[in-house]
C-alpha cells in the first residue's frame, strides 16, 4: 500500500491545456515537496510546501498544500511539451528523515 | 546541474557480483540518502548517513551496505546480485536540517545479466 496516492498515473494532454494532479495521504506532513523527474535523469525539487493552506507558485506551476497537511495539487497552466515529465510528490512524514515518495503521474504534452 | 555527482553512469555485471557506486554530496552537505527506482516499484529509500554515520534506514536488503566517509562522499555496495537488483540507484544529499530538502544525482544504472 502506497503512503502518497498520487493521480492520475498517465496524463496526455495537448499543448496549451490545463491540467492538475494530486498527492493524497491518510497521514499528517510535517512538509511536502514535489519533485520533477526526465527519463534517466535524478528527481530535481520544484517546491517545498510547510503550512497547511499554502500555495506557492513557479511560473506556470501552481502548488497547494491542503488544510490539513494530508494532501497536494500541483496545477499547470497552458502546458508545454517542456512540461513533460514524471512528477513525484514526497513528504516526511514521522521526522525520520525518510522521504517517502508517491508513485509518479507521467505527464505527456503534444505539441 | 544539482552539484551531486554519482559513478558510474552505467554498470552491467552478471548474477552472483558485487558491485559499488560511488556518490558525493552538494559541498557543505552532511546527509546522503541512497535510493533504487525500479519500474515496478517507483522511487523507494533504502539509507541515509550524515556526517559519516547511518541515521534511518528503508527497504535495504542484507546483500546491500553503504558508508560515508569522512570527506563525506559515499559508496552504495551491492552483493550477491540477482537479476531483480537491475534498477537505477539514485544518491541524493541535503544539509539535513529543517525540511529535508533532497538534491538528487544523475544516477546510476545498473544491468544484472
Known amino acids: 500500500t502506497q503512503l502518497l496516492e498520487q493521480s492520475p498515473q498517465f496524463l496526455s494532454i495537448q499543448e496549451g491545456e490545463n491540467l492538475t494532479v494530486y498527492c493524497n495521504s491518510s497521514?499528517?506532513?510535517?512538509?511536502l515537496q514535489w519533485y520533477r523527474q526526465e527519463p534517466g535523469e535524478g528527481p530535481v525539487l520544484l517546491v517545498t510546501?510547510?503550512?497547511?493552506?499554502e500555495v506557492k507558485k513557479l511560473k506556470r506551476l501552481t502548488f497547494q498544500f491542503g488544510d490539513a497537511r494530508k494532501d497536494s495539487s500541483l496545477h499547470i497552466t497552458a502546458a508545454q511539451p517542456g512540461d513533460t515529465g514524471l512528477y513525484l510528490c514526497?513528504?516526511?512524514?514521522?521526522?525520520?528523515?525518510?522521504?517517502?515518495f508517491g508513485s509518479g503521474t507521467r505527464l505527456l504534452v503534444r505539441p | 546541474d544539482s552539484g551531486v555527482t554519482q559513478t558510474p553512469k552505467h554498470l552491467i555485471t552478471a548474477t552472483g557480483q558485487r558491485v559499488t557506486l560511488r556518490c558525493s554530496p552538494r559541498?557543505?552537505?552532511?546527509?546522503v540518502y541512497w535510493y533504487q527506482q525500479s519500474l515496478d516499484q517507483g522511487l523507494q529509500f533504502l539509507i541515509q548517513y550524515y556526517n559519516g554515520e547511518e541515521r534511518a534506514k528503508g527497504n535495504i536488503l542484507e546483500r546491500f551496505s553503504a558508508q560515508q566517509f569522512p570527506d563525506l562522499h559515499s559508496e552504495l555496495n551491492l552483493s550477491s546480485l540477482e537479476l531483480g537488483d537491475s534498477a537505477l540507484y539514485f544518491c541524493?544529499?541535503?544539509?539535513?536540517?529543517?525540511?529535508?530538502?533532497?538534491?538528487f544525482g544523475p544516477g546510476t544504472r545498473l544491468t544484472v545479466l
Open positions: 510546501v510547510v503550512t497547511g493552506g
Open positions: 514526497a513528504a516526511e512524514m514521522d521526522s525520520s528523515y525518510k522521504l517517502i
Open positions: 541524493a544529499s541535503s544539509v539535513s536540517s529543517g525540511r529535508n530538502e533532497q538534491f
Open positions: 497521514s499528517v506532513f510535517s512538509s
Open positions: 559541498s557543505g552537505d552532511l546527509s
